[in-house]
Nanobody, 118 residues
Framework: QVQLTEFGGGLVQAGDSLRLSCKAS????????MGWHRQAPGKERESVGS????????YYASAVNGRVAISTNNAKNTLYLELNNLKPEDAAVYYCAAGDSPTRYTYWGQGTQVAVSS
């Protein structure tokens, strides 16, 4: 089992930057991909992006591409999300996810709320 705990979030002003982190613990040697999803009220959960832990290849969703960076620490057990130039539509609960496929994550964090004030 892998446990994921997100940190960060809260109220951010539009135009500012956001940094979230996600600490993975447990059998982290079993995961090869980590990513961020988000879910806004009344909307489906959507991918923000992911990173392949084997080669650091990243994927970003079109809605945030150009404003986002996903990275990990050297130990590959902490995932980061940096989102710049926040917009009101970025307000959502952000979830950290991990597994062996970016389209079918095995593990999910509890989520952290991000609100954007305009």
């Amino acid at each position: 089992q892998v446990q994921l705990t997100e940190f960060g979030g809260g109220l951010v002003q539009a135009g500012d930057s956001l940094r979230l982190s996600c600490k993975a613990s447990g059998r982290t040697n079993t995961i090869t991909v980590m990513g961020w999803h988000r879910q806004a009220p009344g909307k489906e959960r959507e991918s923000v992006g992911s990173i392949n832990l084997m080669g650091d290849t990243t994927y970003y969703a079109s809605a945030v591409n150009g404003r986002v960076a996903i990275s990990t620490n050297n130990a590959k057990n902490t995932l980061y999300l940096e989102l710049n130039n926040l917009k009101p539509e970025d307000a959502a609960v952000y979830y950290c996810a991990a597994g062996d496929s970016p389209t079918r994550y095995t593990y999910w964090g509890q989520g952290t709320q991000v609100a954007v004030s305009s």
